[in-house]
Structures are given as structure tokens and as C-alpha cells.
């Protein structure tokens, strides 16, 4: 089946994702890199470089690097019938934590392991950052589309089966972007013996090998990835309420906005930590507002910080950006006692992974899988513009 070379593109740099994002971490700065992609039978692509520039060298443009949105993506994947594999009795459960960003991730190893052993996967929860907090899946997300688009590749169960116990269920650590010979060696074994299993993902360094080993299950890998999540009714009205107001605001720039990760106490501690190491390589609000306005955005250019409430420390942005906002400034005032109240942060964590994907462009303050998914959702929709500040000496 031919295939998209852009879908391919944001696929490898999901799921292998950024081969090179784990040494990005590891040297704790984002650095200049040439990646390569391994060639297929039915595409072929150029090495995709990413050039970077001290922030002070940086010439001052007078017109902002906007660009239009490219063609919309075609899927990559045709939908298996069960029948192609043998079925069994067994369950998958698992539970998404750390916020979208993660999620992705954990929902695509478990259905490629649940489409590999034959078994039926069970909807996850979704833990808070508290011990013992937890939501159900249909709070943020649509169970109904989660359903539709993973019909034929694995038999879904949407609550605890019935005649099985807790008791009943093995857990399992896996790695993210678990390959088929791991599953054979490691999970197999204890699934043909136990039966049901309780997956809990971790995640190791990247290794861009993996992506030429996994080629059978990175299909359903990226069918679960790209489309599978989206959020529930509510919180994505929600999401366009709020992105619609941003749109507004900028309308000196036909209603196009930037969306900048910037946590200020990841990111302060970040700062800190790479400074002890001898390093000034992370980027603070003043210089991320230099950034932007070197590179030709004008004063009115509308701004979306992923910072959960304004703090003082963002004003020397909004005095270069009158218009920068926090989720607080423009979510609806109805909506703000459900979705910014304190045990709220799991919905904070997901407005912020889909207005940062939706965003015209996106501006990473630090490196991460944030960083990562939000990147390869951006390719996989066609709205490649990310601009990553250059590393500060």
C-alpha cells in the first residue's frame, strides 16, 4: 500500500520518537542534529536537518515566519480482521498516568501487545499525580471514537471483566515502543501460563535500530497513536472555546497564534540543574520574548503559555507580548471551577497537549516527551512549524 512520506516522517518521529530525543535529554540541551531515516520499498526520503542560532545572533526580521498548513495526512494503515490472529481468553489492563504525552505512548504498546498475544484489551484509567486519584477514561477522552478506530485490530472491553479478579492479573513492566521478539521473549511466556496481565510502561532510552525491527506492529502502534485519542465533548469544546479566543485576539495575524511550552517550576528547575553541570542551555520567559520578537513577531501576536496560572515571573514576556495568556485568562469563566480547580491538573495536562498540537506555531522551552508527541501529533496534521530556540552559551 503506498504511503504517505509525511505520515511516514511523523510516525518515525513518534514511535521511535526522536531517535535522538533521549541524547537530547542525556546532554540535557536540544542540539543541532541530522537525522536520517532508513529507506523503505515504497518511499524514500531526505535527511531532515535542524539548524540552530544563538538567540543574541539571531538577525531581527521585520515579517513573522508564518506559513500555511500543509495538505492534510492520509492514514498509513489498513485495518486487519481479527480473525488473522489467534484469539484467546486472557485480558490486558493498564492505566494511563503522566499526562497525553505519555498516554499515546502507553495506549500504542498496549494494543500492540494485546494484537500480538490475541487478547482483549481493557479501556485504562487514568491516574493523577496523587496517590490514589484516578479518573475514568470517558472523563477526558471519547470512549465511543477510541472504540470505532481500534475496532478490527483488537476486541476493546470497556469496564473490569466480570469473571476475573484482581487478584488474577500478572503485572508486567514494559518498554515503551515494546518490539515483537520482547513480547515473544518476556510477555508471552507469562500470558499463555497466567492469562490476564496488568501492563505498566516505562521508558528507556531512544534507539532508532528499533524502528527497522517492529515494522508488523508499528502499524497498529501508529493507528493508536494518531486519531485513536480524542478528548471528550466537554473538554474539547472546551479546548475550542479557548482557541477560538486566542484566534481573536491575534487578528492583526489573520487569527493565527504561537503556543509555548513554558512551565515555570519544570523549567526553573531544569535551569538549575543544568547550571550546576556548568551548562546555560534552557531558556527563561525574557529570552524566549526575545526569541520570538528577533524572529519577526510583532507585539500583537497572541501567546498560549502551558503554565498553569500567571505568575510574576511572566511579565517581562507579556511586556514584549501584551497578549500572552495562561489558561486562566481565556477559558471560559463557567469552566474554570471544573477544569483549573486543583485536583484538576490531569485536564490542565491534556488542554495544553491538544492547544500546543493545534497551535499555527510551537515553541518548545524544554526538551522532553511533551516535546516529542506534540511534535510528531503537529507532522502527523500537517502543522510543522516548531521552532526550537538555539542553545545558549
Known amino acids: 500500500m503506498a504511503m504517505d512520506p509525511r505520515q511516514v516522517i511523523a510516525a518515525i518521529l513518534t514511535l521511535s520518537m526522536f531517535a535522538m530525543l533521549g541524547n537530547m535529554i542525556k546532554k540535557d540541551h536540544f542540539d543541532t542534529f541530522q537525522m536520517k531515516f532508513p529507506a523503505t520499498s515504497h518511499v524514500q526520503y531526505d535527511a531532515i536537518k535542524i539548524a540552530e542560532k544563538n538567540i543574541i545572533d539571531l538577525p531581527t526580521m521585520h515579517r513573522a515566519p508564518w506559513k500555511n498548513d500543509s495538505e492534510a495526512l492520509k492514514p498509513c494503515w489498513n485495518k486487519p480482521a481479527l480473525e488473522e490472529r489467534e484469539q484467546s481468553t486472557g485480558f490486558i489492563t493498564f492505566s494511563f498516568s503522566n499526562g497525553p504525552e505519555y498516554h499515546v505512548s502507553q495506549l500504542a504498546d498496549a494494543v500492540v501487545i494485546a494484537r500480538y498475544l490475541g487478547a482483549t484489551l481493557v479501556l485504562p484509567d487514568i491516574r493523577g499525580s496523587e496517590v490514589g486519584h484516578k479518573r475514568k477514561f470517558e472523563e477526558i ?52 501460563t497466567k492469562g490476564n496481565l496488568s501492563l505498566s510502561t516505562y521508558f528507556p532510552s531512544f534507539d532508532m535500530k528499533r524502528a527497522e525491527e517492529t515494522e508488523y506492529l508499528d502499524s497498529f502502534a501508529c493507528l493508536a497513536m494518531f486519531g485513536t485519542l480524542q478528548l471528550q465533548l466537554e473538554l474539547q469544546e472546551v479546548v475550542d472555546s479557548m482557541v477560538g479566543r486566542l484566534r481573536t485576539l491575534s487578528w492583526k495575524s489573520n487569527g493565527r497564534f504561537v503556543a509555548v511550552d513554558l512551565r515555570f517550576e519544570a523549567m526553573e528547575q531544569q535551569c538549575r540543574r543544568r547550571e550546576t553541570k556548568g551548562k ?57 471551577a471544573k477544569f483549573l480547580s486543583s485536583e484538576s491538573s490531569e485536564f490542565e495536562k491534556a488542554i495544553d497537549f491538544y492547544i500546543c498540537s493545534e497551535s499555527d506555531v510551537f515553541v518548545p522551552s524544554i526538551s522532553g516527551l511533551f516535546y516529542a508527541n506534540v511534535v510528531g501529533k503537529r507532522i502527523a496534521s500537517a502543522k510543522s512549524q516548531i521552532l526550537v530556540p538555539a542553545q545558549m552559551k
Not at 466480570?162 to 492479573?169: D, N
Open 141 to 192: 477522552y471519547d470512549m465511543k471514537k477510541c472504540m470505532e478506530n481500534l475496532g478490527g485490530v483488537v476486541r476493546i472491553a470497556t469496564g473490569w471483566p466480570s469473571e476475573a479478579s484482581m487478584e488474577k492479573f500478572v503485572v508486567v513492566q514494559v518498554p515503551n515502543r515494546v518490539s515483537e521478539e520482547y513480547i515473544a521473549a518476556k510477555i508471552e511466556p507469562i500470558f499463555r
Open 280 to 336: 546555560k542551555n534552557c531558556y527563561n520567559v525574557e529570552q524566549i520574548g526575545i526569541f520570538l520578537k528577533k524572529i519577526g513577531f510583532d507585539r500583537d501576536t497572541a501567546i498560549y503559555l502551558t503554565q498553569s496560572k500567571w505568575h510574576h515571573s511572566l511579565d517581562a514576556l507579556r511586556q514584549i507580548f501584551p497578549k500572552t495568556f495562561t489558561k486562566e485568562g481565556i477559558m471560559p469563566a463557567e469552566k474554570k
